[in-house]
């Protein structure tokens, strides 16, 4: 029988910013209350599937790194090895950052704020696009997730919703118009097993 590994994607868990419904991007608050809460559970979920990880990548924002040592402290895995890259952060929405979502629409419109918050290829001013956001998180999956995968390690990434999405869409195959669609919930485990070729056997989302 061909074992197949575990990839499992996570949201990190509510921020302080999330809360106040603020744009958050490359700026850095912390986990709320609730959001540390949300890790919790998310890994009492991992652990009622028996699903524990070899090596774990995170971004370098405090968001995600703290839903990370939250979940690996309660699956008592603290000793394997952690990545923390730039590749994963979360997308930069330039002059949205720390803009309340409503003020937002009011100082621009909402149709404007909702085009550069769905579409694929439009940035906020002196931010990213998702487009921009794929080009960095895709090579490193590539370079150094999928060769993990391949090597027979579970592995665990500790996100942020668009860089998630990016990683989404060529699991998946999604097209920029179906990915631009796909909402990802705080602290809610995504669980792909992958095929000796690097596809996608199945998904499930606990």
């Known amino acids: 029988m061909i074992k197949k590994q575990f990839l499992v994607l996570l949201r990190h868990g509510q921020s302080t910013w999330n809360a106040k419904n603020l744009f958050t991007g490359w700026k850095n608050p912390d986990l709320s209350p609730y959001g ?17 990880f070899d090596i774990a990548y995170t971004s370098r924002l405090t968001r995600a790194r703290h839903t990370l040592s939250i979940i690996l402290e309660e699956q008592e895995r603290t000793h394997i090895p952690i990545v923390e890259t730039e590749a994963l952060n979360e997308r930069n929405y330039g002059q949205l950052s720390g803009v309340n979502k409503k003020e937002a629409e009011l100082k621009w419109g909402e149709n404007q704020v ?18 921009d956001t794929a080009a960095r998180v895709l090579p490193f ?8 995968l391949l090597s027979g390690r579970n592995v665990l990434v500790v996100a942020h919703g668009n860089s998630l999405r990016a990683l989404i869409m060529v699991l998946e195959g999604f ?5 631009t ?22 998904k499930e989302i606990l």
């Open 36 to 52: 540390q809460e949300e890790a919790r559970l998310a890994a009492q979920k991992l652990q009622k599937r028996d699903l524990s």
């Open 175 to 179: 097209d920029p118009q179906q990915i």
């Open 114 to 131: 909702q085009l550069w918050r769905r579409s694929y290829e439009k940035p906020p001013p002196g931010g990213e696009s998702l487009k």
């Open 181 to 202: 669609q796909l909402e990802i919930n705080t602290a809610v485990p995504i669980i792909y097993r992958i095929n000796p070729d690097s596809t996608v056997d199945s």
């Open 141 to 148: 999956y590539i370079r150094h997730i999928m060769p993990e």
